[in-house]
């Protein structure tokens, strides 16, 4: 890749191993895990490269990033 910075927010959500699971809502399909945050964030930054060094190789762009909401909603159960 050029040398170029590209940020991408990523969600990082605790999982049933008591470590976390990462995800990137701007490029879809990208799931990695780590079993602390940093290790979290350390996969996260090289599945991040490797997702756009494929893109790259195929002549793809890259994605944009998009404005992210997260919020709770309450909904009401029978």
Do not use: W
């Amino acid at each position: 890749m050029s040398g170029e910075e590209l940020s991408y927010t990523v969600v990082m959500e605790l999982n049933e191993h008591d470590g976390y699971t990462v995800t990137v809502p701007a490029l879809p399909g990208l799931v990695t895990e780590g079993a602390t945050l940093e290790e979290a964030r350390q996969m996260a930054r090289e599945a991040i490269s490797c997702y756009l060094e494929g893109l790259q190789k195929d002549g793809e762009p890259f994605p944009k990033e998009r404005v992210v909401f997260q919020e709770k909603l309450q909904v009401a159960v029978s």
